[in-house]
């Protein structure tokens, strides 16, 4: 059953897709309207899932589901990959991106490929104080007070002060 993310309980548990490139304002519309009615069927083993999704930075999908109401299953889970997927072939976009994504000094959102980050510290473009996006965040309230850090602040830290050339 889809509800509005702010109805959802701090305790929901939640998972970050980030694309691989930056949507449009029109592909975030058509996201928002393919994921609506898949949440409204997402169930576990039968029993309907209270869900909820939305967009952030037109970079990222969160999909959320309160626990207390029913458990997602490995199914369950595996079929809102499949929506991801689906959807995600439909734009031309990839969901499954792996990179770091962070603010540039313009505000805009970036993503480096792990391989390249020791190259971005070392050229400055990230630092221990770059805004980074934690897509680590499980729950609706660990979202709220963790979504946004300073890179120091995240699995980069082991980047800053060690790095070699």
Known sequence: MY?????LPDS????????????????V????????PALSQWAAHGQP???SAQMVANRFVVIAVDEGHNL???????????????IGGQLGADFFDRSAAYRDSDGAVQTLPLPKIKEAVLDGRLTPETTVFNTLVNTKADFAQNWLKPAHQTWLNRYFGRVIG
């Open 12 to 27: 929901a548990r939640l998972w970050v897709y980030q694309a691989n490139r930056p949507l449009t304002d029109a592909e």
């Open 49 to 51: 899932l209270l869900a």
């Open 72 to 86: 997602p299953s490995g199914c369950s889970i595996d079929a809102s990959t499949h929506f991801l997927k689906q």
């Open 29 to 36: 519309s058509q996201i928002d309207a393919s994921l609506q």
């Open 3 to 7: 509800t509005p993310f702010s109805q």
